[in-house]
């Protein structure tokens, strides 16, 4: 059984810094890309952040330069350390991981996080 855990969210003023981290169980299986996505209220989800495996990045143009994302294989951990937040920033933010087992995988998301951001 696959099961991604979020935490880290809160609530934070406007220029203040959130590290958010997500544990991957299952450990039959294998991870590819991880990352983290967001949803604000009206809003579609959209990308934040992602890396492979062998720790290639992608970001979102509106957190370049404010994001990092980043990995530890060994716990299956994904993290996004986010700062000079804005009150922008405030949405649900869901972990994302491709798992799977051999030719065959599947997106697993994380049950969200809530980011507020106060101006």
């Known amino acids: 059984q696959v099961q991604l855990v979020e935490s880290g969210g809160g609530l934070v003023q406007a220029g203040g810094s959130l590290r958010l981290s997500c544990a991957a169980s299952?450990?039959?299986?294998?991870?590819?890309?991880m990352g983290w996505y967001r949803q604000a209220p009206g809003k579609q989800r959209e990308l934040v952040a992602v890396?492979?495996?062998?720790?290639?990045?992608n970001y979102a143009d509106s957190v370049k330069g404010r994001a990092t994302v980043s990995r530890d294989n060994a716990k299956n951990t994904v993290y996004l350390q986010m700062n000079s937040l804005k009150p922008d920033d405030t949405a649900v933010y869901y972990c994302?991981?491709?798992?799977?087992?051999?030719?065959?995988?599947?997106?697993?998301w994380g049950q969200g996080t809530q980011v507020t951001v106060s101006s």
């Open positions: 890396i492979t495996s062998g720790g290639r990045t």
């Open positions: 299952g450990s039959r299986f294998s991870i590819n890309d």
């Open positions: 994302n991981a491709e798992m799977g087992t051999g030719n065959t995988f599947y997106d697993y």
